[in-house]
């Protein structure tokens, strides 16, 4: 059974850090490329990372450019999201996924930015 499992999210204030995990299992997680997504209340999923198969390469939206640094561990079926200088506008529910794959969505894990 595909299973996408968020956490790491919470309460944080501008400019503080944040490290998210998405624990991925049922797939050959190696295998696929991997992205973090956000969505916020009435607007559409938007891609924040992605990372090749073999952490070769990383891309990552404007927004979020030289703050955040996506990784992953292919013996631990896992992606992580490192946030730093975190803004207001990065508050959002973050999640993961293999975008070749489009598997399921995961509940996601709450990032809130506010002082």
């Known amino acids: 059974q595909v299973q996408l499992v968020e956490s790491g999210g919470g309460l944080v204030q501008p400019g503080g850090s944040l490290r998210l995990s998405c624990a991925a299992s049922g797939f050959t997680f190696s295998s696929y490329p991997m992205s973090w997504y956000r969505q916020t209340p009435g607007k559409e999923r938007e891609l924040v990372a992605s990372i090749t198969r073999f952490s070769g390469s990383t891309t990552y939206a404007d927004s979020v450019k030289d703050r955040f640094t996506i990784s992953r561990d292919n013996v631990k079926n896992t992606v992580y999201l490192q946030m730093n200088s975190l803004k207001p506008e990065d508050t959002a529910v973050y999640y993961c996924?293999?975008?070749?794959?489009?598997?399921?969505w995961g509940q996601g894990t709450q990032v809130t930015v506010s002082s």
């Open positions: 996924n293999a975008p070749v794959l489009r598997l399921p």
